[in-house]
């Protein structure tokens, strides 16, 4: 279960994407994701998901690294 509010999972990955990676195409082009332009969006959670086991874990892993 998400530790977010409806809509919350999509605004910190888009957060995250932007301050750490300077989008989502250079998120996906540095995890390896195979998708681009359109098909980023319909992916990206999943593609979180998998890599990282949860939204809160992709959050909390990139929290401990600005720390």
């Known amino acids: ?6 809509g919350g999972d999509a605004k910190a990955i888009s957060q995250i994407a ?3 990676y300077g ?3 250079a998120m996906f082009e540095k995890h390896g994701w195979a998708e681009r332009g ?6 990206v959670q999943t593609r979180v998901k998998e890599h990282y086991g949860s ?3 992709f959050v909390d892993q990139h929290d401990k690294a600005d720390q």
Request: charged share 35%.
């Open 55 to 57: 939204v809160a874990a």
């Open 18 to 20: 932007s301050e750490r």
């Open 1 to 6: 279960m998400s530790k977010f509010e409806q």
């Open 38 to 43: 359109s098909d980023m969006m319909r992916k």
């Open 23 to 25: 989008g989502f195409a």
